[in-house]
């Protein structure tokens, strides 16, 4: 499994761990992050916010991600982030959501952005159990209002891939993924250079909702 590979599936791991899922695959690829428990670590009737996670005091309307996750980002900033102008590659996760990737082959940089709709836990599904899991784990300021979290399943020095998990609604959440080009690899702290392409998906959302 090459790195590319890797990186995809780790980002899509990340994901189903906030939903509390086990046996879900990116694109038939079977993740290599840690795997959680076979039931999600707070009871399923329990409301939002909740294990820890902060309440979303300026929602955006729940409309903006009605669409698909390839239109988050427009094609200046793809260029910007990945260094090309590329079309999105769109897919699905089974009971979380969309998600699209966009892949620089020729550098093997990567960035994916994925809509979490369901089961409805907004970031409290992250905190619940992507945090217990994840070596590197920070809040960050928020992001245009919108509370964030940074991490990461690689605690090394400058880790190649790196994720943040932007809450939209206390019941939506917006995971955004960047692994970095091989030129990189190594050199560049992927979890300083996500927050940047996360800062640009939520512009993209608020453009949408004439905010």
């Given at each position: 499994m090459d790195h590319r590979t890797v990186v995809t599936a780790v980002a899509a791991a990340a994901i189903l761990l906030a939903a509390g899922c086990t046996d879900q695959k990116a694109g038939g690829t079977p993740s290599p992050a840690p795997q959680p428990s076979a039931s999600p670590s707070?009871?399923?009737?329990?409301?939002?916010?909740?294990?820890?996670?902060?309440?979303?005091?300026?929602?955006?309307?729940?409309?903006?991600?009605?669409?698909?996750?390839?239109?988050?980002?427009?094609?200046?900033q793809v260029q910007v982030n990945i260094g090309v102008s590329v079309a999105g590659k769109p897919d699905n996760l089974p009971g979380i959501g969309p998600q699209c990737t966009w892949t620089n082959k020729q550098t093997s940089a990567q960035m994916g952005v994925s809509f979490t709709t369901e089961p409805g836990d907004g970031l409290s599904g992250d905190y619940a159990n992507t945090r217990p899991k994840m070596p590197v784990w920070k809040e960050l300021p928020p992001i245009q209002g919108l509370p964030a979290v940074v991490y990461s399943d690689n605690s090394?020095?400058?880790?190649?891939?790196?994720?943040?998990?932007i809450g939209i609604t206390d019941a939506l959440s917006v995971d955004v993924t960047v692994a970095l080009s091989l030129q990189k690899s190594g050199k560049v702290d992927a979890c300083t250079v996500v927050p940047l392409?996360?800062?640009?998906?939520?512009?993209?959302?608020?453009q949408k909702a004439g905010s």
């Open positions: 707070v009871p399923a009737t329990q409301k939002p916010p909740f294990a820890g996670a902060p309440k979303v005091t300026n929602p955006l309307p729940s409309s903006v991600l009605s669409g698909s996750p390839c239109e988050a980002l427009t094609p200046q090394k020095p400058n880790p190649d891939f790196c994720a943040v998990a392409t996360a800062n640009d998906v939520v512009t993209t959302l608020k």
